[in-house]
């Protein structure tokens, strides 16, 4: 009998771990899924025409994501977050800065013009290109 009891309190404790273990996993899982962020720039003759960076609101705070220079890169915001992209010319008294042009969640792009762009992604995935154009 006191085996029986002994193998029942056993099996209960590692049950009980167990849960713990799968639960706290599923709620770091929840926490740390990011979405998928395409910052395309133009480009033309081996030139990047500007740099964008990108800025996010957590917990009350700005915090930059990251900075790109490049005629693309891809960054992973946290899900769910509001993201402000500002743009810098390269060289803004030959090729300005023209607009921005928003693919999100896979819907229609959307072009806006401003030199900060602020949206929130959908559907986990979008491209924000910064256009600039010969004067």
Do not use: Q
């Not at 056993?10 to 849960?19: E, F, G």
């Not at 993201?83 to 300005?96: A, C, Q, V, Y």
């Not at 921005?100 to 401003?114: D, I, P, V, Y």
Request: hydrophobic share 40%.
């Amino acid at each position: 009998m006191r085996s029986t009891k002994a193998i029942i309190m056993a099996v209960l404790a590692v049950a009980a771990i167990s849960v713990g273990t799968v639960s706290s996993t599923l709620a770091a899982a929840r926490h740390d899924k990011t979405d998928a962020l395409v910052i395309k720039i133009t480009k033309s003759d081996g030139t990047v025409w500007g740099k964008v960076t990108v800025d996010y609101k957590s917990g009350g705070k700005e915090k930059m994501l990251g900075a790109c220079s490049k005629a693309s890169c891809e960054l992973h915001p946290p899900h769910m977050v509001k993201l402000t992209l500002k743009e810098s010319p390269t060289h803004p008294m030959t090729w300005p800065f023209h607009a921005w042009k928003l693919t999100n969640g896979g819907m229609k792009a959307t072009t806006e013009m401003g030199k900060t762009l602020k949206f929130e992604i959908e559907n986990g995935m979008a491209t924000a290109k910064a256009i600039y154009v010969a004067k």
